[in-house]
């Protein structure tokens, strides 16, 4: 199912954010939004990929890049008003 394949690119996420000493974790609809988010009968689980990528893996990186999610963030990712949005737990 598209939820499953996006929980699995999400997990898939998670593991390269422990390298980087970041733990996230989302949501139950999260997964849920996304798959939806990226439904296309033309192009079907590749645009579901890039969906994640776009939504959640594009602005973790750029987080890190620009210094706001640093080694130690705790993040929830959750899905809100038809966007992704990252809590960070404070330190």
Do not use: H
């Amino acid at each position: 199912s598209r939820a499953r394949i996006t929980s699995m690119r999400l997990k898939g996420i998670a593991g390269r954010m422990e390298k980087a000493k970041i733990a996230i974790k989302w949501t139950p609809s999260l997964a849920k939004q996304l798959a939806e988010a990226g439904c296309s009968e033309e192009y079907g689980a590749r645009e579901l990929r890039r969906t994640v990528d776009r939504m959640v893996e594009q602005p973790l990186a750029d987080g890190i890049l620009d210094g706001v999610f640093k080694a130690g963030a705790k993040l929830t990712i959750r899905w809100k008003e038809g966007n992704v949005v990252f809590d960070q737990e404070a330190a």
